[in-house]
């Protein structure tokens, strides 16, 4: 699992993310706790879903100046 910190434009983010569908990768939403949500994907490398998740919300043209972290849960 994976989260994203981001106090700023979550729907967006998640909105994003679930309709990402490259290569066979995908993101399910999975929970928000204040600023942290939480994403399952069926990539088995969760560092490289961590990083292609900020790729793909950085390529929007809404989120190019947000701040916003993104990790691997537990």
Known sequence: ????NAPISADKMIETLEAYNENGVTFKFVSKNG??????TNMDDLEA??????????????????????????
């Open 1 to 4: 699992m994976i989260f994203i």
């Open 35 to 40: 600023m942290k949500l939480l994403f399952e």
């Open 49 to 74: 879903a961590a990083k292609l998740a900020k790729a793909t919300i950085k390529a929007q043209r809404w989120a190019s100046v947000l701040y916003f972290q993104v990790g691997v849960e537990g």
